[in-house]
C-alpha cells in the first residue's frame, strides 16, 4: 500500500513517469476517491495513523484574480458562483477548502503599478486588499486567500519548476509572435480579429521576440486526449468539452513559460535574467494556497493539504489554461490532476464581456451598497443559467428580486408570522410532522428539496433557486386556498386546522431558509431567526435539515418583520420630476436588509 502510494508521489525520479500515467487517468468516478488518496500522497508521508481514514476533502477554487484593476461584476460572478457552491457542500458535511486570491505578477500588473504611481507590491497590496473587502461585503466565506507574491507561493513554484525541468519537459529557444498584454499570451494569427486585435480585449497584439524557456506541452497531446475520453466530466458543462477537444486535436504547440522582458516576478530557477511566465505561476497558486501560514512551504507539504482540487471555477475565456495547459503542467510533475474544471459564461453589457479591459464594468460596490449582498448574489445566480452569457438590466435586476425575495418568500413569512401573532399568541401549537398528517404537502415539498439538491449537486445554480421558489409559490397557493384568516374566524375544528396550516407554512419556511442558504445566506438566517432559532442554530444547519419535522410545537416565533424589504423605484412622474436629480445619481434603492 505504501509502496503504491510512495510511487505517484516521487516527484522527479523513474518512477516519475508511471506516475503520471497513473495520475492523470481516473479510471472512473467510482474510483476516483481511491486514486486521489493515493494521488495525494496522506498516507505516504503522514505519520499519523489515521491520515488514510481522514475525510476527503472538498477544494474548490475560483481564479486568482489579476490585480491590474478593482474587481468589478464580472470578477466577482465567479466568487459568487463558488461561494454558493462550498456553502451546499458544507451543509453536505463535506470538509471544504474553498480557494480564492490574486494573481500579483506579470506585464500586465507592472504597468498598471506604474500608472499608478507605485512600486509593485504596494499597488498589489492596495487592490488585493480591495478584493478581499469585497467579498467580506459579498458574504463570501473562502477559506484560503493566496497572494502569488506570497512567499510560500514562491517556494511552491520554484519546487514545481524544478520537477517539470527533471522530467525533461523545459527547453530553451528563440520565439517571435504577436502577444496580448491583457490575455498575457502569444496569440496565433489566425484567432486574432482586424488589425490584429485579441478578440477578447479588441486591442491590437504586439510583436515579440524573444529567448525563453519552453514547456514541451506537444508531448501530453496523447495523454490529453486520453484524459478527455476516460472522464468527460474533466471539462463542464459538457459543451465546453467539445472545444477543448477541438483544440487538443488541431495540435498542440509548446509554450514559452518565462519572460526576459518582465522583471516584476519570480525569477527562473538558475536564470534570474528571466521570470516565469505569469500562468505558469499562477497556476500553482491552487497548490500552494493550502498551506498554512507558517508552515514549511514545499510543494510536497502543499500537495499533502488536500491536492487535487474538486473543482476549478473559471470564466470561459481562460479555459485553454486549466483544461490544456494546467493538467499536462501536472502530469509532467508526476501530480494529480484536478477533478474537474467548469468554464461559466461572461456578464455582458450591450453584449460585449464586461471587463476591465474593454471598461464597461458594473460595479458590484455600488450595486451591494443599495440593494445588499443577497439581491444581488441571487439575481445573478437565478438570472444567469450557469455556463451561459447574461446580460444586465438593472430593471431586470429590480424586477426579480422584488418578485421573488421581497414577494414569494418575504411576504409568505410575514402574513403568516402575523397570523400566528394574531390568532395564537405567535406560538406554534403543532409538531411540523402532526401539522401536515394525512395531507400531500409535505411529500410535495421534500420532492422539490430532492430537485433543489440534484441540481446544486449538478452545479445547474438557477435551476436550484428556480425550485425553491416553486416552494415558496407552492406555500403561497396553499395558505390563499385555505384561508386561515377566515377559518379562525370560524372557530372549532376550523381553527385548529388553521393553526395547523401556519405551521405548516412556517415548517416550509424553515426548508426554504436551509435550501436557499448557499444562494442568500444572510436572507436565510434572518428567516430563521424569525421562526425562532438562534444564530449557533443557524450555523451548525445541514441539508438533512431540511427533512420535514424541524419546527415543534411550543416553539416561540419572533415578532414578525419583514425580512427582505421591497426594492422602491420612482413612479414615472417622480422620475420626470427628479429628472435632474436622477442625472446626478438618483437611484432605485433598497438594502434589502432588515435586522433579524
Ligand atoms: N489571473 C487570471 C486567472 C489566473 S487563475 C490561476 C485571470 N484573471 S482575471 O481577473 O482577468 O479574470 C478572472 C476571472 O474573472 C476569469 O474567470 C474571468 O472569466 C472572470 N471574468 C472577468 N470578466 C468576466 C465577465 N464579464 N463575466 C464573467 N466572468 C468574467 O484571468
Known amino acids: 500500500m505504501a509502496a503504491g502510494r510512495a510511487f505517484l508521489c516521487a516527484p522527479c525520479s ?10 492523470f487517468a481516473p479510471p472512473s468516478r467510482a474510483l476516483a476517491p481511491a486514486l486521489r488518496r493515493g494521488g495525494r500522497c496522506v498516507a505516504s508521508v503522514s505519520s499519523s495513523p489515521n491520515a488514510a481514514s481522514a475525510p476527503e476533502p472538498y477544494v474548490l477554487t475560483t481564479p486568482l484574480y489579476y490585480v491590474n484593476a478593482p474587481p468589478h461584476m464580472g470578477s466577482a460572478y465567479t466568487t459568487i458562483a463558488a461561494d454558493a457552491i462550498a456553502r451546499f457542500q458544507r451543509l453536505l458535511e463535506k470538509q471544504v477548502i474553498f480557494i480564492t486570491g490574486t494573481d500579483e505578477h506579470g506585464e500586465k500588473i507592472a504597468t498598471s503599478a506604474e500608472a499608478s504611481g507605485r512600486i509593485p507590491k504596494e499597488h498589489c497590496d492596495t487592490i488585493s486588499n480591495s478584493y478581499k473587502m469585497l467579498w467580506a461585503d459579498l458574504d463570501i466565506e473562502y477559506d484560503k486567500f493566496i497572494r502569488t507574491t506570497d512567499r510560500k507561493h514562491e517556494a511552491v513554484v520554484n519546487d514545481f519548476y524544478s520537477r517539470v525541468l ?18 498575457e499570451e502569444y496569440k496565433d494569427e489566425k484567432e486574432l480579429v ?44 459538457s459543451h465546453r468539452l467539445n472545444e477543448v477537444q477541438g483544440w487538443i486535436k488541431s495540435g498542440l504547440r509548446d509554450f514559452s513559460i518565462s519572460r526576459a522582458s518582465v522583471e516584476w516576478g519570480i525569477p527562473v530557477p538558475n536564470d534570474t535574467k528571466q521570470t516565469i511566465y505569469v500562468w505558469f505561476d499562477a497556476l500553482l497558486g491552487y497548490i500552494s494556497a493550502l ?20 473543482l476549478h471555477l473559471i470564466g470561459k475565456d481562460i479555459l485553454r489554461f486549466h483544461a490544456v495547459y494546467w493538467p499536462a503542467m ?95 399568541r405567535s406560538t406554534l401549537a403543532f409538531d411540523a410532522i402532526a401539522a401536515a398528517d394525512g395531507g400531500s404537502f409535505r411529500d410535495n415539498v421534500e420532492n422539490l428539496v430532492n430537485k433543489a439538491k440534484h441540481h446544486y449537486e449538478n452545479l445547474l445554480l438557477s435551476s ?109 412622474d417622480e422620475a420626470q420630476a427628479s429628472s435632474k436629480a436622477t442625472k446626478r445619481g438618483k437611484k432605485a434603492c433598497s438594502k434589502g436588509l432588515v435586522e433579524a
Not at 17 to 23: N, Q, V
Not at 197 to 223: I, T
Not at 291 to 310: C, F, H, T, Y
Request: hydrophobic share 40%.
Open 14 to 23: 523513474s518512477l516519475a513517469a508511471g506516475a503520471r500515467r497513473l495520475a
Open 166 to 183: 527533471n522530467s525533461g519537459d523545459i527547453y530553451r529557444a528563440d520565439y517571435e509572435g504577436l502577444y496580448c498584454v491583457s490575455c
Open 194 to 237: 482586424e488589425n490584429n486585435c485579441c478578440p477578447v480585449h479588441l486591442k491590437p497584439c504586439v510583436p515579440r521576440k524573444e529567448d525563453n524557456y519552453f514547456f514541451a506541452l506537444s508531448k501530453y497531446q496523447h495523454k490529453l486526449e486520453e484524459l478527455l475520453t476516460r472522464n468527460p466530466d474533466f471539462v463542464r458543462p
Open 291 to 310: 498551506l498554512d501560514d507558517g508552515e514549511q512551504a514545499s510543494l510536497q507539504q502543499a500537495v499533502d493539504r488536500g491536492w487535487p482540487a474538486s
Open 330 to 424: 501536472l502530469m509532467s510533475a508526476g501530480m494529480s490532476v484536478p477533478d474537474a474544471v467548469f468554464g461559466h459564461g461572461f456578464l455582458t453589457k450591450d453584449g460585449m464581456k464586461m471587463g476591465k479591459s474593454l471598461g464597461n464594468t458594473l460595479e458590484p460596490n455600488d450595486l451591494v451598497e443599495r440593494f445588499g449582498a443577497d439581491a444581488v448574489r441571487y439575481f445573478f445566480l437565478r438570472e444567469v443559467e450557469f455556463g451561459n452569457d447574461g446580460d444586465y438590466s438593472e430593471e431586470r435586476f429590480i424586477n426579480i428580486v422584488n418578485a421573488h425575495l421581497a414577494n414569494t418568500i418575504g411576504n409568505l413569512l410575514n402574513r403568516t408570522l402575523g397570523l400566528l401573532k394574531k390568532n395564537c
Open 464 to 572: 436550484a433557486c428556480e425550485t425553491i421558489l416553486e416552494i415558496g409559490n407552492f406555500g403561497n397557493l396553499y395558505i390563499d386556498e385555505q384561508a386561515p384568516w377566515s377559518c379562525f374566524k370560524q372557530g372549532g375544528e376550523s381553527a385548529e386546522k388553521a393553526a395547523k396550516d401556519l405551521v405548516i407554512i412556517l415548517e416550509t419556511m424553515r426548508i426554504i431558509a436551509i435550501a436557499l442558504s448557499p444562494i442568500t445566506p444572510s436572507l436565510s438566517l434572518r428567516i430563521h431567526t424569525q421562526l425562532g432559532f438562534t444564530k449557533d442554530q443557524f450555523r451548525v444547519l445541514r441539508w438533512e435539515d431540511t427533512k420535514w419535522g424541524g419546527l415543534k410545537a411550543g416553539q416561540v416565533m419572533m415578532e414578525p418583520k419583514p425580512v427582505f424589504a421591497r426594492i422602491e423605484t420612482e413612479t414615472e
